[in-house]
């Protein structure tokens, strides 16, 4: 048999993400997109379980006799943020907005299970993993807890992302690390305040918090090979309410990256020991709240080697360019490559804004291409 098309049914296609796209919700509350997700799934004959990570969903397509299996997945959330695009189909959902492109990748892996329900000719199963969470919560996490791989077994998995400045439809990753861990670390210091005028009498923690600052700055510089890519940022710095008071705490919010494993751990240890030690040498204390961290995404070489070839083949030669440098940005697709061996890849969105910017919108232009993609994957896979 050869292969699907999605030409007669790319402009449904679009109206999904456009669907999408109007009604973003926040992690772990996308309620009405699961719902509308699986629905579409099981109108083509996928198995549909729902409920992972709360509101995730695995979609089964099973053909032939063969065990072998491949696993694809899409977030679905959205970000927090107040939707500026103008667009006849923008957020309808105040305060929320798919400022990510998830609702694209969403509905390319729409597209794709759409295509695969039309092809009867390959052997073995796929599993569609929608993820719940990607943005907050580690939702790839959460649904490998929730028994995900245990439940439905790939051999390989593999995720794409839209990539605002890479040209459209041109494909992109690189074998090994391909983004970097993110650990988010809440600060507190704790010291004696008392009045602006007498300063000896207190243990100043917005001194102790400042001392601590630039202490860090030579973290990374001093104790990290330069051939290790790693960031420590102090993004907040929050204390005090009035210039005659000295308080008695300060918070600072700091972040983490890196992509190796091991200088990840060497800059969460390094952190606090520098923290503690800088807070004493002031008589304060330091008490550390880490939040949900993401490790690296690691990606694997001979997945990497198998998308390549897909896409070579697929959609001509020149429509992949090797990732030169890992990003320093995070992506919790890193649980799943934790578990499963598989490859984490780029596709152009073209000169658009931004992601994470008020003004971002998918281009619907790449939907066929993603789409494709994930199904010549599976085909190619599944012989």
Known sequence: MRDATLSEFLPELINIR???HAMPEIGLSE???????????QSWGFEVTRGLATTGIVATLKRGNSNRSIGFRA?????PMQEETGLAY??????????CGHDGHTSMLLGAAWALSQDASFNGTVHLIFQPAEENFGGGKLMIEDGLFERFPCERVFALH???GLPAGTFSTRAGAMAASIDVLTLTIKGKGGHGAQPELTVDPVVVGSSIVMALQTLVSRNVSPHQPSVVTVGSFQSGSASNIIPDTAVLEISMRATDPVVRKQLQERVEQIARFQAQSFNAEVTFGWQVGYPATINNADAVDHARAVINEKFGEGAFVEL???LMGSE???FLLEEVPGAYVLIGNGDSSGLHTTRYDFNDDILERGAMYFYHLARSALV
Request: glycine content about 6%; cysteine-free; aromatic content about 8%.
């Open 162 to 164: 839209n990539w605002p």
């Open 90 to 99: 923008e957020s309808k959902h105040p305060g929320a907005m798919h400022a």
């Open 18 to 20: 456009h669907t999408l």
């Open 31 to 41: 309620v009405k997109t699961s719902e509308f997700v699986a629905g579409l799934l």
């Open 75 to 79: 977030d679905m959330d959205a970000l």
């Open 324 to 326: 030169a440098e890992p």
């Open 332 to 334: 919790d697709f890193s």
